[in-house]
């Protein structure tokens, strides 16, 4: 029997999984309204608010707390760490961070040890685990469908005159320059100045995080046993992931499949990895041609050919090392590791990645989760969030095939993107993930009705009966 505290946070968390899809294009739409400055950062801090009722729902609800697991402890050890490093000063590790990036920073490293929690809460709820994969492929199909009819039916104009631009620099302090205010990478820049292509960005407003849902969820769908529907649906998850012309994505779907299949002891994944591949391979090579081309404006051509002034050499081959995004995404990840080699005691929170960005600060490492930890945290604020990711990843595993391979994915991205920056990612796999190490609730025992008396008469008056040790045990046994 589950409190009403816990069926709450139960629900708070299939909210958020939900919400945090939408979350980046309500906030740009409500920068465009006038809504803005710091009504507009109350507003966003929506998500961590319900986070946090609805920890303290579960917990005040809960009959009793889970036990505590060695995965547990390395939660908690890297939640101190990183609670540590925000309450040293940043002059004592020759850090430059500010007040406002030192928060930014310890809520960034901080949620996904609240989805988790949240998760290991909630696990009382026996069919929470079939509502939270659904509500996460519910998510990422609005992610596919409305990415490809914006593709379909918007203009990048249209976007160029929104409110996007203007939360973007005004709001978050993020100045994109390539592209009117907007991220350079929602176009794919094939070399020819008449035919950049679009790329899809859904209501995520990223293509990177757009292809990271839609690989957790196709790879939840791709773990079930084959339906006509569940093909209609991956087929259009996976038209989604194409139309975000990201690399990494495909690969990490392909990786995932391979220890899907590895999980479960099936071949049918490997087959799927294969097509995948091949499938990925020839659509990236045809993107030129089959993906919805753009235009430039006259302003946006400056800026891009005084960017290949400076940076010859770059390649538009989407398979070459020498592409423009590969190479940057090498060179990131290893001047990072450079700098925590370099400074292993870290430089204090909010010195490293889009953190440090917004706040006007130099920026020590980027786009690597792994690399930004190190540089915040240290080695031991890396060790101990590498340490509690293998310890989850062992115990998913063992639990559940699809969750693991899926965790795994997301943590082979960690390499080159900064994965729990994706908040989606960081409340959501990492709730499924405390959900699923859980010991699954057991359904409370139903109570057997008493024997019936046999009739008597009136010759043979019955005698007072006492159930003996065997009659005891099957009243006592379940059903």
């Known amino acids: ?40 950062d109350a507003v966003a801090a929506w998500k961590e608010t319900l986070l946090l009722v609805a920890l303290v729902a579960a917990l005040v609800g809960a009959r009793g707390l889970p036990g505590i697991t060695v995965v547990d402890l390395l ?22 961070a500010t007040a406002r990036g030192e928060l930014l920073a310890l809520r960034h490293h901080l949620l996904p040890v609240g989805g988790y929690a949240l998760g290991r809460l909630v696990s009382a709820l026996r069919y929470e685990r079939l509502r939270l994969a659904s509500v996460i492929v519910l998510a990422a199909a609005v992610v596919a469908v409305v990415g490809l009819l914006d593709l379909a039916f918007i203009s990048l104009q249209a976007w160029r005159d929104s409110g996007v631009p203007g939360w973007y620099r005004e709001q978050l302090g993020l100045d994109y320059e390539g592209l009117s205010g907007l991220p350079e990478n929602w176009v794919y820049n094939t070399g020819d100045e008449e035919n950049p292509i679009r790329r899809l960005v859904s209501t995520l407003l990223s293509p990177l995080a757009s292809a990271y849902v839609l690989v957790v969820a196709l790879l939840y769908v791709l773990s079930r046993p ?39 002891r099936r071949l049918a994944p490997v087959l799927l990895a294969a097509l995948s591949i091949a499938g990925g391979a020839a659509f990236l090579a045809a993107y030129p041609t089959l993906g919805p081309s753009t235009s430039y404006t006259e302003e946006e051509l400056e800026f891009l050919r005084q960017n290949a002034e400076e940076e010859p050499g770059s390649s538009t081959d989407p398979f070459s090392p020498a592409e423009s995004s590969t190479a940057s995404h090498l060179r990131n990840l290893r001047d990072g590791l450079r700098a925590v080699r370099e400074h292993p005691q870290g430089y204090g929170l909010g010195n490293a990645g889009v953190v440090a960005k917004r706040t006007g600060v130099e920026i020590r490492a980027g786009e690597s989760t792994f690399v930004e930890l190190g540089v915040d945290t240290g080695l031991a604020g890396l060790s101990a969030f590498v340490l509690w990711s293998l310890a989850l990843l062992v115990a998913l595993v063992r639990r559940e095939a ?3 391979a899926a965790f795994a994915s997301v943590l082979l991205l960690g390499l080159q993107t900064d994965v729990i920056g994706v908040h989606w990612l960081a409340v959501s796999v990492w709730a499924a993930a405390g959900y699923a190490i859980s010991p699954r609730a057991e359904p409370p ?33 379940r059903p």
């Not at 968390?13 to 400055?37: D, F, I, K, P, S």
């Not at 908690?76 to 850090?95: E, K, S, T």
């Open 1 to 40: 029997m589950t409190s009403r505290g816990e069926r709450l946070a139960g629900a708070i968390l299939l909210v958020l999984v939900v919400g945090l899809v939408l979350h980046n294009t309500a906030m740009a739409q409500l920068w465009e309204v006038g809504v803005r400055g710091g009504a507009l």
């Open 75 to 96: 939660a908690g050890a890297y939640a101190v760490i990183v609670v540590v490093y925000a309450l040293v000063p940043q002059g004592a590790l020759d850090g430059e």
């Open 226 to 264: 084959l339906r006509p529907w569940w093909g209609v649906l991956a087929l259009a998850l996976y038209a989604g992931l194409l139309y975000t012309h990201t690399r990494a994505a495909l690969g990490a779907l392909a990786f995932g499949l391979l220890v899907l299949a590895l999980l479960q």
């Open 402 to 404: 699809w969750l693991g």
């Open 445 to 477: 025992p139903a109570e057997t009705p008493p024997p019936e008396e046999e009739p008597s008469n009136d010759e043979s008056p019955p005698a007072e009966h006492e159930p003996d040790g065997e009659d005891a045990e099957v009243a006592s046994e």
